[in-house]
C-alpha cells in the first residue's frame, strides 16, 4: 500500500477528506487505498456525512492556498495532472461496491451525500479493507452447508469459519461414504477414497485417485484438525475465504464421486455404527 505521507522533496500537499497526502502518493494508490484514505478522514469528522464535491472542493481549496503562500496565482501543474475527478470516481465506486458507504438521510438536500455504513465503521476502527475484500469472495453461489461458515467469516470469528467448513465436508464425506463413525479426520479421507476399494474414489487413473484422496485428507489434516486443537490466527482474511472455498470445491467432489459410485454399484448403504 502506498504511504499517504510519502514525498520526495518539496512533494505539492494538499487535504483530502481532511487527511493531508502528497500528491504523487494519491498518483500511485490504486482506488481500493484512496477509499480506505476516505474512510479514515470520514470517521474522524466531526460531520457524519459528506458529498464528493465538498471534498474535492476543499482539496481544491488547499491546493491553490500552497500557492497563494508561495506568491503564485495559478494552480499547480501537478495538481491538474492529479486528475481529483477520476480518483474520487474510482474511489466511491470501490465503496459503494463493498458497501462501506451509502446514501446520507439528514442533510442531503442536493441528494449527493453519504455517510460511513456500519460495515465502513468497522473498517475504519481496523484501518484495513482486508476483511470487505475478502468477504466479497464468498458473495459466489456457495454450498448451502457452507451457510454457517459464511455466517461466522462475515462476524471475522475466521477459525471458527474455517473449522465449520471443513467440518462439513467431513461431515459429508462420512454421510455419503456409509462409514461409520468410529472413523474419522484424515483417516476417514484415506478410507473414503482409497483408490483401490474406497467407496468414493473418484478419478480416470490410480494416480489421480491416489491425488484425490490427498487432497481431502490434506484439507481436514491441515485445516480442520488445526483449528480443533489450537486457536488459529488468520492475519489475513483472505485465506480463510480461500479455505472456505476449498470447501466448497470438495463437497462438490464428494457429492459428484457419490453420484458416480451409485450410477455404478447402486445406492450407497451406510453402515451401522
Known amino acids: 500500500m502506498v504511504d499517504a505521507d510519502s514525498r520526495g522533496g518539496d512533494d505539492l500537499r494538499i487535504l483530502l477528506a481532511g487527511i493531508d497526502v502528497s500528491v504523487s502518493a494519491l498518483q500511485r494508490m490504486q482506488p481500493a487505498e484512496v477509499g480506505m484514505l476516505l474512510v479514515s478522514g470520514f470517521s474522524t469528522s466531526d460531520q457524519r456525512e459528506f458529498s464528493i464535491p465538498n471534498i474535492r472542493a476543499h482539496a481544491d481549496a488547499s491546493a491553490y492556498e500552497l500557492e497563494r503562500s508561495a506568491g503564485r496565482r495559478r494552480r499547480p501543474k501537478e495538481y491538474d495532472e492529479l486528475d481529483l475527478p477520476q480518483v474520487l470516481a474510482d474511489a466511491c465506486a470501490w465503496l459503494i461496491a463493498r458497501g462501506l458507504i451509502g446514501p446520507a438521510s439528514e442533510n442531503s438536500g442536493s441528494g449527493g451525500e453519504f455517510r460511513l455504513t456500519t460495515e465502513g465503521l468497522a473498517a475504519a476502527r481496523e484501518g484495513s479493507g482486508a476483511h470487505v475484500e475478502a468477504a466479497m469472495r464468498l ?46 479426520g484424515v483417516q476417514l479421507m484415506h478410507t473414503a477414497f482409497n483408490p483401490d476399494n474406497g467407496p468414493l474414489t473418484t478419478g480416470e487413473v490410480a494416480a489421480e485417485k491416489k491425488a484425490i484422496a490427498s487432497l481431502f485428507a490434506g484439507t481436514i489434516g491441515a485445516f480442520k484438525n488445526a483449528s480443533g486443537h489450537r486457536v488459529v490466527h488468520f492475519e489475513d482474511p483472505s485465506e480463510a475465504a480461500d479455505i472456505i472455498h476449498l470447501a466448497d470445491l470438495l463437497l462438490r467432489i464428494v457429492e459428484r464421486a457419490a453420484g458416480e459410485t451409485k450410477k455404478d454399484n447402486g445406492p450407497t448403504e451406510r453402515r451401522s455404527d
Open 139 to 184: 458473495h459466489a453461489d456457495l454450498h448451502p452447508a457452507l451457510s454457517e461458515a459464511r455466517l461466522n467469516f462475515e462476524r471475522g470469528s475466521y477459525q471458527t469459519a474455517v473449522f465449520e467448513a471443513t467440518r462439513q465436508v467431513e461431515v459429508r464425506v462420512r454421510d455419503l461414504s456409509g462409514l461409520g463413525a468410529d472413523t474419522y
